[in-house]
């Protein structure tokens, strides 16, 4: 569950915090595309440390490093099965690994890339800036509520397992079969909870005279100003720089 | 039977949620457990099941530091029921949630059935048997989390604010289950807001604040300590109250005594 941390928001005052989530996203959009495009590990390296400046600049170290270290259980995974592939497919222990490599390192940009712009966009801002590249409010409210529940729903995970630890479920034990079946007390109320949950906000939502009207006014609007332009000059500079190290060098 | 020694826990680093706890509740009590939001009640209660281990000092259960068992070992001496039923009903029926636990502990089935009928019985949920327990309303949601782990018979039963959304009649079968539990020679703690509860029905009060045990005794004694309620933002139970207006030498929370006083100043004969 601590890889979720590397992706809750916390207030910040840095620059970073500050730039409109649009401008962000067009970083994550062109950042997110050179990683599926890259296949060099090197070349892959250099997308992951594009991320690592406005880690610095935006003083979120500790958690966007919680992000990688939760991921690297997932990234062993993927190197393995990768590994194990390449050298059934191709009888190549060198392809293999350079592979596996690839695909960790591509792994970790992307959640790297991520890790950054979550951590540093509040969910008020980019709800609002959802809006106002025109999704319709409801799947912008519907995507704001699913990222604000995260946390909760760990925190009530955790009450849950206590009460059923509490009646003797022990959930260490038994074989791997059983052990599954042990989430079944734990699962069963954390669904039905939410629920519940979901029922009630949207009750309390709509006393408050949500959808009352076709057009919502905003109490904050996001503007573009010189930071988004400077930043979105930077991360376009950078995404054409490194697309023509494979374009023009011919590096894949 | 309970023991805290010099119990210090923090959740996160430079702020106590138990610091520097010492208890000792004895066998048959029947204890409430008082304090404001966040004073460390359901810290403290869940270092007595295993759920917790302290940081620093020692928790012992009849005699044996619970840094040595495991949650599923202690939870057969020490029942524990959660505030909100709905972190631990999963079951498909009644009949099913109530088994649970006398299943963990292996007991054999006609043994289980004799308890799973006397758990519907006692908390009035036999028409419910083959019902989910979603169906239910919250109060018999409520009364189902309790009878669950009342079926098995722990010695130790601590019951996180078991009156919320509870009506009087409930509250008073509530109340005279736990007299006759405490009566059988359990122990039971009882934590919660609801003052008046604790006026009517409980003997012995232990109060914390910002993690400290700030006062320990008899509820006579402390719901009648204005400073002490006000320094934990605890409302004082209303019988306090008349007392402090009606300027009783001794304030109090027995209704008679109360009552007699009052008479006594309008000059009425006694009741």
Redesign the interface.
């Known amino acids: 569950m601590k890889v979720l941390y590397g992706f809750e928001y916390r207030r910040g005052v840095s620059v970073i915090h500050r730039i409109d989530p649009r401008s962000k996203m067009i970083y994550v959009i062109l950042f997110t595309a050179l990683t599926v495009y890259f296949v060099n590990p090197l070349l892959l390296l250099l997308v992951l440390s594009s991320s690592l400046p406005i880690v610095a600049i935006s003083r979120i170290g500790s958690r966007w490093s919680q992000s990688i270290k939760g991921s690297l259980f997932f990234i062993a995974f993927i190197f393995i099965f990768n590994f194990i592939g390449i050298v059934w497919a191709t009888g190549s222990v060198y392809d293999a690994v350079i592979s596996g490599i690839s695909m960790s390192i591509r792994f970790i940009a992307l959640i790297s890339i991520f890790s950054v712009f979550f951590l540093t966009t509040s969910p008020e801002d980019l709800t609002q800036s959802m809006v106002q590249v025109r999704i319709p409010y409801d799947y912008a409210l519907t995507f704001n509520m699913a990222m604000r529940f995260v946390p909760t729903l760990s925190r009530e995970a955790q009450i849950i397992m206590d009460a059923q630890k509490s009646r003797g479920l022990e959930m260490e034990k038994g074989n791997l079969i059983r052990r599954i079946k042990n989430y079944i007390p734990v699962l069963i109320p954390l669904i039905i909870s939410s629920f519940r949950r979901a029922e009630l906000v949207a009750d309390a939502m709509e006393s408050r005279a949500f959808g009352a009207s076709k057009k919502r006014t905003s109490l904050y609007v996001l503007a573009l100003g010189k930071r988004d332009a400077l930043f979105i000059l930077i991360t376009v500079l950078s995404f054409l720089l490194l697309l023509s190290l494979r374009l023009v060098l011919g590096i894949q | 039977m309970i023991l805290f020694e010099d119990v210090s826990y923090s959740y996160s680093p430079g702020r106590y949620a138990l610091e520097h706890v010492n208890l000792d509740i004895g066998g048959a009590e029947l204890v409430a457990i008082l304090g404001e939001n966040g004073a460390g009640k359901t810290t403290l209660v869940?270092h007595i099941?295993g759920?917790l281990k302290p940081q620093s000092g020692r928790v012992t259960v009849s005699g044996a530091d619970t840094k040595n068992s495991?949650?599923?070992a202690l939870?057969?001496k020490?029942?524990?029921v959660?505030q909100?039923p709905?972190?631990?009903?999963?079951a498909e029926t009644v009949e099913k949630e109530l088994a649970?636990?006398l299943v963990?502990?292996a007991m054999p089935p006609d043994e289980v059935s004799r308890r799973v009928d006397w758990a519907m019985k006692e908390f009035e949920l036999t028409q419910y048997r083959d019902r989910p327990p979603?169906m239910l309303s919250g109060g018999e949601r409520k009364r189902l989390a309790l009878a669950?782990?009342l079926c098995?018979d722990p010695q130790i039963l601590i019951l996180d604010e078991p009156t919320t959304g509870q009506d009087s009649r409930q509250k008073i079968r509530l109340a005279s289950l736990l007299k006759r539990l405490n009566g059988e020679g359990k122990t039971v703690l009882v934590v919660t807001h609801d003052m008046e509860f604790v006026a009517d029905f409980i003997p012995k009060v232990v109060m914390l604040s910002k993690g400290r045990v700030i006062a320990e005794g008899s509820a006579e004694e402390i719901l009648t300590n204005r400073e002490l309620l006000m320094g934990a933002s605890l409302l004082p139970p209303q019988l306090a109250e008349l007392s402090w207006d009606l300027a009783l030498q001794r304030p109090t929370i027995d209704l008679e005594q109360v009552v007699s006083a009052a008479s006594k100043l309008v000059g009425g004969s006694q009741r």
């Open positions: 869940k099941n759920l495991t949650v599923a939870a057969r020490v029942g524990l959660f909100n709905d972190h631990q009903l999963f649970f636990a963990n502990f979603f669950s782990v098995y």
